[in-house]
């Protein structure tokens, strides 16, 4: 399902990102038919866009005759992660260091998520996030601190373009569960993720208000070492770096 261009946009622009983004969340290659059924548009289109982006490296003709993500895209990613990263590292070693767990940076990207940065917990059991990999965000404190931050029929209207797959027992399925639970987000203003993406994993977010960005601050490890109390006492630090991050992202 492709996005709507805004007015003023120039639609082959967006219909060529459409392309990148719906190979991306298809694993990385994609055929023309499945382009075609995917983004509603017809072959000859999706040929002179595929055409367009092959010969600009953005894409790659593989042998059995699919298209794959291309060379070109390797750079601008980096130089993206490195935008934000550079600026958010200093950051999130600081809530690894005062908190001890692994903290990670992610933002919104059309209707997934995306993270981009992340520092590491010393420790040898720790949790580690793919920079750059967009997934589903419902299943994610991230996703859910960022989630809360739209209407209700916003956050429908993502669900149902993305649906909200099953990863674990605990993963909540249900759009109206999810509504409800994103209630209490707002009340609370922090995410909580009790073993929906990981088995035996705790994660913890809030957003950065006030960036130019719609972005949030995560923590994550082992239940066995997320406990109430390092909650607790998570919480303010991330408040705080959080308010540092969007002075500083902002600037």
């Known amino acids: 399902m492709t996005q709507q261009t805004r007015p003023g946009g120039v639609q082959s622009v967006g219909r060529a ?4 983004e719906l190979i991306d969340q298809s694993g990385g290659e994609m055929a023309l038919v499945e382009m075609s059924a995917a983004s509603g548009l017809p072959m000859p289109t999706i040929h ?47 809530v690894v260091r005062r908190l001890g767990e692994s ?3 992610a933002a919104l990207d059309g209707d997934m998520l995306v993270y981009v940065g992340q520092a590491p917990s010393p420790r040898a059991m720790r949790m580690f996030t793919q920079l750059g990999q967009h997934v589903h965000p419902h299943c994610r404190a991230a996703g859910k601190a960022l989630l809360a931050q739209l209407d209700d ?28 639970h994103l209630a209490r987000v707002r ?16 994660c913890l977010a809030l957003p950065v208000v006030g960036g130019v960005s719609r972005l949030a601050l995560s ?13 607790e006492r998570a919480i303010p630090v991330m408040r705080e770096v959080a308010g540092e991050l969007a002075v500083q992202l902002a600037g």
């Open 153 to 180: 029929d916003a956050v429908r209207g993502i669900l149902d373009r993305v649906g909200m797959p099953k990863v674990t027992e605990a993963t909540i399925t249900d759009p109206d569960e999810f509504i409800e």
């Open 219 to 231: 923590i994550s490890g082992p239940a066995a070492r997320m406990t109430d109390a390092l909650q």
């Open 103 to 105: 903290a990670n940076l």
């Open 48 to 94: 002179r866009l595929v055409r367009t982006l092959v010969d600009r490296n953005y894409l790659r003709q593989l042998p059995d005759r699919r298209y794959a993500l291309g060379s070109r895209l390797i750079p601008l990613g980096n130089a993206a992660l490195d935008a934000f990263g550079s600026r958010s590292s200093s950051k999130l070693a600081d």
């Open 17 to 20: 990102l459409d392309i990148l």
């Open 187 to 202: 009340e609370e203003g922090v995410a909580h993720e009790y073993g929906e993406m990981e088995d035996g994993v705790i």
